[in-house]
């Protein structure tokens, strides 16, 4: 059975885009790409599918992507959640992110994942099952200050796929969560001006890595939070505040 058949959401996301980047140069892949926003991919798919303007927080959107998923995918395939969002202001204490930002936090990083297993797992099932993937944070390992908020809805996010593998494995699933320490994007350069970036990790990386995991035959990992992270001289060297550009005052 193919094991390189895609569903990505968030696939306007500069990790989304590295695994678009990666995937094209695989034979036989066939992606479906979903986004809230306007998405246009540039390169010559022979099988893609994208389907923009989907809202994972609404049922109607919901349903629409459902049909279209069952439509598109004729054999088993993989689910690649890159939803989710940091905090706007970047690094913040507690009590200085408001109750607003925390609840679109969790929404963001959480529920959407939560609603596409919902609606799509089943769909996922019944044509062989596949992996289900989702994106983590080192946060939620060593519990790093400025960043409770957006820990605990990654938290919350390897508990619901660590309970996806254990449910579903003899259903032909397997889920896993990649904790990822920081990614080397424009938005976060802007956000940490000062950081470590040169030790920051390339979504390219990331996203080869990831799809060679799933891509390897007779794979049975389930049920893992598994860290990515690149060496970073400040961070074992110094401090966790160097690498990001924070100082603990």
């Known amino acids: 059975m193919c094991n390189n058949y895609y569903l990505i959401t968030g696939a306007t996301s500069p990790l989304a885009k590295a695994f678009i980047n990666t995937l094209k140069n695989r034979k036989d892949v066939k992606i479906f790409l979903t986004s809230r926003k306007r998405l246009e991919v540039k390169d010559d798919f022979d099988n893609i599918a994208i389907l923009d303007g989907i809202d994972l927080l609404c049922n109607n959107d919901l349903q629409i992507l ?19 969002r940091y905090y706007k202001m970047g690094h913040q204490v507690f009590c200085d992110i408001s109750i607003d930002e925390a609840q679109d936090i969790m929404m963001s990083n959480y529920m959407t994942v939560y609603n596409v297993a919902k609606n799509i797992l089943p769909i ?29 809805a990654k938290s919350a ?17 397997i ?3 990649f904790r990822l320490s920081t990614l080397n994007t424009d938005e976060e350069k802007k956000l940490k001006p000062n950081g470590d970036f040169n ?27 598994m860290h990515i992270y690149k060496h970073s001289e400040t961070f074992f060297g110094s401090s966790f505040y160097d690498r990001i550009d924070l100082k603990n005052e």
Do not use: R
């Open 199 to 225: 030790n920051w990790l390339a979504v390219d990386q990331v996203a080869d890595f990831v799809c060679n995991f799933i891509e390897m035959p007779n794979n049975i990992i389930s049920g893992n939070n």
């Open 66 to 84: 459902s049909q279209e998923v069952d439509k598109f995918f004729d054999s088993k395939f993989n689910i690649v959640n890159s939803v989710g």
């Open 175 to 177: 889920a896993n969560t």
């Open 124 to 152: 996922q099932i019944q044509k062989g099952g596949g992996h289900f993937v989702g994106f983590s944070c080192t946060s939620v390992n060593y519990m790093y200050p400025t960043m409770a908020a957006f820990a605990s």
């Open 157 to 173: 996010l390897e508990t619901l796929i660590g309970s996806i593998a254990n449910e579903y494995y003899k259903d032909g699933i």
